[in-house]
């Protein structure tokens, strides 16, 4: 995710505990989805639908997050 702010990301994780706390997070919810979904798309549910939601809504803040840091950095 975000492979341009992968050094931002570090520091951001070490440095910011409510934007290490939302990364776990996303990264959790795209496990649990993995784990509900079938590669053939089979086990998709509104569960599912769901938690792809809040996985994007947390996407966007952490994005916004960085771009911050990013600008406050340059």
């Not at 931002?8 to 706390?21: A, D, G, Q, Y």
């Not at 997070?25 to 639908?49: F, S």
């Not at 769901?50 to 997050?65: G, I, N, R, S």
């Amino acid at each position: 995710m975000f492979p341009e702010y992968r050094q931002l990301i570090t520091v951001l994780k070490e440095s910011n505990p409510r934007f290490r706390s939302l990364f776990e997070k996303h990264n959790q919810l795209d496990h649990d989805i993995a784990q509900l979904e079938h590669p053939d798309g089979r086990g998709y549910c509104d569960k599912v639908a769901t938690m792809k939601k809040e996985k994007l809504k947390l996407k966007e803040t952490l994005w916004e997050m960085l771009k911050e840091a990013d600008n406050a950095a340059s």
